[in-house]
């Protein structure tokens, strides 16, 4: 493994040859799914600061483990960068500074990585140790001379410095992604201390908070929570994401009554013409290929699945229209992410890398 020199883009799970290279595995085209990793790898392999689920190595061996082939060389690549991650935890609770998001996020941080790890087929210490930072999260931090929520961010979802900085409550890039990470480790019988309590602290603020993408130090300082705004439902933010991190916790605790107020918001956010109205595009991200991916897995782990079937018809419906219109090829904005989830198999398992199963 290098540092990457391939064109920007190529090695990246999100938009590159790689997400085509998982459509053609999931098909079983294995000769397809070749031509692509050798796009995707031309120029090296990322296992720098930007290296993460969806890029670089980690991206390399989600990719070709699905199909059963990732190499030793590049699983050690991976724990390398998971080593590189946690010693810059360290040194940043060293410095006394808030985490940011793309230390502990889905997309670019240890969420992700632990997914990866996760799907490995067994508990590999790293995936401990990445489990052990994740409940710690649950543990209030301290700034400005005030208890905030361990995982509070001094920087916005933009990255710029924010006033009072934020929570961040989204799947791909807030707390539900730790959320969802720790319950299904749990049902893989990967357990580390504190995990259920720190499942149920994510659990209770996004009871009180996961109607916003996220909260400022002005709502959270606010005699009650901040009334949902309208906005559009999806994976990466909004409630249907948060509500299938939900479900996956109520599992983890055994809660039946969180399981069911998970499962009535999906169905109330997707029967709902104005909630619908606002998704745009039919990609994996925030549009229909993620909404009907995210329905399937509620559906599977709901003791009605029948009440879910009309809305996974109509979802496929509005995918099959819209598919066409998407101009990139990847995974999470294009095509190769769409076309996985019109065609709704997962023998890969590939819907690991979005934490929903």
Known sequence: MTAATAPPGT???????????????????LPAARRELARAVAGGVSTGANASLFHGAPALEFVVSRAGRAGGDVRAAVDRVV???LDAVRRRRESGALPYLAEFDLIRGLTGLGA?????GSVPSRLTDILIYLVSLSRPAHADRRELPGWWSAAGP????????????????????PLALLSLAHRADAHVPGQLDAIEVFAR???TYGGSYWTTRAQMDAAGPPAPKPARPSWCYGPPGIARAQQLAALALGDPARRQAAEDTVVRTLSSPVHLSRITDATLCHGWAGLVTLARAVAADSPAPERF?????????????????????????????????????????????????
Do not use: C, Y
Not at 11 to 28: F, K, M, P, V, Y
């Open 158 to 177: 933009d990255g710029k410095e924010m006033n009072g900085g934020h929570g961040n409550n989204g799947v791909a890039h807030g707390i539900a992604g």
């Open 205 to 207: 603020w996004l009871d």
């Open 83 to 85: 080593d590189a991650r």
């Open 116 to 120: 990866l790890l996760l799907v490995r």
């Open 309 to 357: 079937t009309p809305l996974i018809t109509g979802l496929h419906m509005r995918l099959t229209a819209d598919l066409h219109r998407l101009s990139k090829p990847g995974f999470m904005e294009g095509r190769s992410g769409a076309q996985l989830a019109l065609d709704g198999t997962d023998s890969t398992g590939w819907t690991g890398a979005l934490l929903i199963t």
């Open 11 to 29: 090695q990246d799970l999100s938009e590159g040859a790689l997400g085509t290279a998982l459509l053609h595995i999931e098909r079983g085209d």
